[in-house]
Each structure stands twice: as C-alpha cells, then as structure tokens.
C-alpha cells in the first residue's frame, strides 16, 4: 500500500493492517510526514471490511515508539510471529463486539464529561440484538468456532 513516504510502511495480511513506522536511523521518532501519513493509512485499513484488527510496530528492532505501553517482551525473531497470532485472535471476534469495545474504550479516555455513555449502551445493545450474538451463543453450544458476519 502506497503510503506517501517511505518512513511509513502499510500492509493488508488477512485480517490483519500493519502500520510500520519506518525511522530506524532515529529510534522510529515520528516526523512531519510520518504523522501525516498515519490518519491516510487508518482510512485505508477503515474501508476494507476484512480488516479487524491493526498493529502498530516499528523498524529496526531497536525502539518502538515513545507510548509507554508494552504488555509482552519477546525475542526479535518471535515478534511478529507472535503479534500475528494475537491479532489473529482479536480478529476472530464479531465486528460488531469489536467495534463497541473500540467505541467504548475512547469514551473512556475522554474527559468524564464528554463521554457518551448512551452511544457506549447503544453499542452493546447492538451487539446482544445481532445475529453474531445468536452465532455465538450457538456455536458455544454446539463446542465449534463460530463463523461471525458482521450482522
């Protein structure tokens, strides 16, 4: 995927985007075009439906970038191996739970009085009134993996 600098690099594995930040030389600090090139990706990877989880990483094995949260260390040749595999578990959740965690979680980071907590309930409610929810539930019952559609 074109990205508009070679500081930022974009592909589509599956249900998987990965954004690259491509700035090894400098610890993968994040220029002008860099950040510029972010909310283009985003968009991209937004209107291709088979896209439901993206990972952020970084060039060069050195640093990452300076946001603070690291829940795993693994080897340099584990990586990517091992964030696939954990995308891939996020990914084989129903868009729409996806989706309201998503919302959720950035009502959340605002300020409690600009959160909307009724688009929060609107969400769930949409989630245990869809045909995924109906999906889950049977396929738990019948111990298979449950084919989710979005709906």
Known sequence: METGTQRMLARKDGAIGWMTFNNPARHNAVSLDMWQAVPNILDAFARDEAIRVVVLAGAGGKAFLQMGLVNRVRPAAELEAYV??????????????????????????????????????????????????????????????????GR
């Open 84 to 149: 696939s595999q954990y995308a891939q578990i996020i990914a084989a959740n129903a868009p729409l739970t996806i989706a309201a965690v998503k919302l959720c979680a950035a009502e959340y980071a605002k300020d409690p009085e600009a959160r909307d907590l009724a688009a929060c309930q609107a969400a769930v409610d949409t989630c245990f009134a869809s045909e995924d929810y109906v999906e889950g539930r049977t396929a738990f019952m019948e111990k298979r993996k449950p084919a989710f559609r």
